[in-house]
């Protein structure tokens, strides 16, 4: 018999003002929320400061939790050119930390992640977060205020699925994928008010 392997992913939600991030467990195909939280720079007036708090905290993080991959949302492309920039570099930062660090990067398009979650490629923050909560079994008491938390911990799952068999549900009965979820946890779905 095989021993279960075990795997750290780091996901962060890149920001200039608040940079949100999730640390996934991995044992086998099975997912466990270790640590989310943010940094929260709103306060730090300076840009180049907040791109130094950025760097320090990815490589706390990094030291911290020893993970073997680091996922993180792509910038997406908008109308405010400032705005985009600085997320680009708050996004280039936290990337710096991982590359010094010999940690593999993977990227994922904002998209991409909340189509992995919810299904929905345009689902609210709430949403996100209130998928993760129940994909992963995390009590309503340590769920975030601020939901760049739950982004940051969605594109760790988002890459946990993208490295493993999407069309299946593992062993445990854990969920993959959105239809997996709907399909095995029908009691937990809302429905939707009709127009």
Known sequence: MTPKTE????????????MGFGV???IGNTPEMLK????DLRKTKDHYVSLRKIFNFTLELINTYHPDELAIEAPFFGK???????????QGTAITAAV???????????????MAITGNGKAAKSQVADMMRRI???PESEMPTLLDATDG?????????????????????????????VRTHPEKIIPTKSK
């Open 7 to 18: 795997k750290i992913i780091l996901g962060i939600d890149p920001g200039s003002n608040i």
């Open 36 to 39: 989310m939280g943010v940094l």
């Open 80 to 90: 405010n050119v400032q705005s985009m920039l600085k997320l680009g570099r708050a």
């Open 153 to 181: 911990l969605a594109a760790a799952y988002c890459h946990f699925l993208q490295s493993t068999n999407r069309t299946k549900t593992n062993t445990s009965g854990k969920c993959r994928k959105w239809s997996d979820f």
């Open 136 to 138: 992963l079994n995390i």
């Open 100 to 114: 010094i660090c010999d940690l593999p990067i993977f990227e994922y398009a904002p998209l991409k992640i909340k």
């Open 24 to 26: 996934l467990k991995v």
